[in-house]
């Protein structure tokens, strides 16, 4: 697996670090707010788990899956596998995503989620990625973790093909990987 990288973009101590910067952001924004944080499945379990633990206030935990990205380019085409379970009604909510990328998948979640009446809907997102971004979308993340070049990255959660999400790093996959 380790041999199929061929950078490593971001080691863990990168992410840890500015995980806990963004934590302190975090916690101040949501103070008294008891904000619902919900995770795009599923490659945000990795940032998600250790993100939320940076934010120490009262919040509730919620998770949506939606499909679907084939391979290494974005189909454009989304749908609701799994949709939250609480109530969003007058809550702030925080969407976390592991990757900005074209941006299809967080326009069609945020427009989902809007359209449940939140008091407040804001985006953080582990890496962005502007360059890959699909022309006429305009959505801004609030809380970016890194700006990354048009690479095609995995682990820390970021699959090709369901594999190398448990890598502790992001990395940028090896040519010949894709060929497997
Ligand atoms: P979008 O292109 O912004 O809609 O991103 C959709 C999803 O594609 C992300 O949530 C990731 O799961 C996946 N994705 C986009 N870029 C990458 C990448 O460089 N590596 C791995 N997955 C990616
Ligand atoms: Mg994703």
Redesign the pocket.
Known sequence: MENDIQEILLTEEQIQQRIRELGEELTKEYEGKDPVIVG?LK??VVFYADMIRQIKVPCQMDFMWISS?AG?C?TGKMDVKRDVSVDLKGRHVLIL???????????FTYKHLMSKEPASLKICTLLD?PS?RKPGITLQADYVGFTIPS????GYG???DEHYRNLPYVGVLKPEAYEK
Do not use: P, R
């Open positions: 795009v490659g945000v990205y290494t974005s995503e592991d990757i900005y990328d074209t941006g299809n998948s967080l326009d990625k890959g690479a095609f990255v995995v970021l699959d090709f």
